[in-house]
T-cell receptor, first 111, second 117 residues
Framework: GDSVTQMEGPVTLSEEAFLTINCTYT??????LFWYVQYPGEGLQLLLK?????DKGSNKGFEATYRKETTSFHLEKGSVQVSDSAVYFC??????????FGKGTKLSVKP | DADVTQTPRNRITKTGKRIMLECSQT?????MYWYRQDPGLGLRLIYY???????NKGEISDGYSVSRQAQAKFSLSLESAIPNQTALYFC????????????????FGPGTRLTVL
């Protein structure tokens, strides 16, 4: 069945470091792909999305490119800030409309 | 005001008790979802509803039931709570219109932290 695998955390970086969080998926067809972010004590918020192969989603300095050939949607940011500390979830949208989430990656950014 | 609200925000209950978690939305969306979040397991879908007359089981529906009282309200019930239902519960909504609109976004409530003793 459909599934999402993302790198396990926690990930600890210094401010202004480069961030990569890997995400790969298994699905039939070409699902839409998402990155959600959960700040401490809050619900999930959409960070970015991509709906077809080679699409690049971007928001708040974060980017992810839909790679059909490697079934991947890795999240990147060139220079992280302390305020980026959160849990990041990769997800795919099934044909029925509901989302399948990865297990989440906790990011801590130190000043 | 928040678009998706959940009540209560925190609840402690005992094994065997019936409990209801409520979700309301002002986004006018047709679709609503209930997820639970457990450490290291991500979010897992419990139930989802595409409109008032449409209710579907998710991957972990055993021990739960739902009611879609109106377009804006979707309640999750635990008929007889057990300790392994201790988790963070999220309601979400989305608007996909007619058919399947590729790339629709889900909007999440703030969550309900449930502890079953």
């Amino acid at each position: 069945g459909d599934s999402v695998t993302q790198m396990e955390g926690p990930v600890t970086l210094s401010e202004e470091a480069f961030l990569t969080i890997n995400c790969t998926y298994t699905a039939t067809g070409y699902p839409s792909l998402f990155w959600y972010v959960q700040y401490p004590g809050e619900g999930l918020q959409l960070l970015l999305k991509a709906t077809k192969a080679d699409d690049k989603g971007s928001n708040k300095g974060f980017e992810a490119t839909y790679r059909k050939e490697t079934t991947s949607f890795h999240l990147e940011k060139g220079s992280v800030q302390v305020s980026d500390s959160a849990v990041y979830f990769c997800a795919l949208r099934r044909s029925q409309g509901n989302l399948i989430f990865g297990k989440g990656t906790k990011l801590s950014v130190k000043p | 005001d928040a678009d998706v609200t959940q009540t209560p925000r925190n609840r402690i209950t005992k094994t065997g008790k019936r409990i209801m978690l409520e979700c309301s939305q002002t986004k006018g969306h047709d679709r609503m979802y209930w997820y639970r979040q457990d450490p290291g397991l991500g979010l897992r879908l419990i139930y989802y509803s595409f409109d008032v007359k449409d209710i579907n089981k998710g991957e972990i529906s055993d021990g739960y039931s739902v009611s879609r009282q109106a377009q804006a309200k979707f309640s999750l019930s635990l008929e007889s709570a057990i300790p392994n239902q201790t988790a963070l519960y999220f309601c979400a909504t989305s608007d996909s219109g007619i058919g399947f609109v590729v790339g629709d976004t889900q909007y999440f409530g703030p969550g309900t932290r449930l502890t079953v003793l």
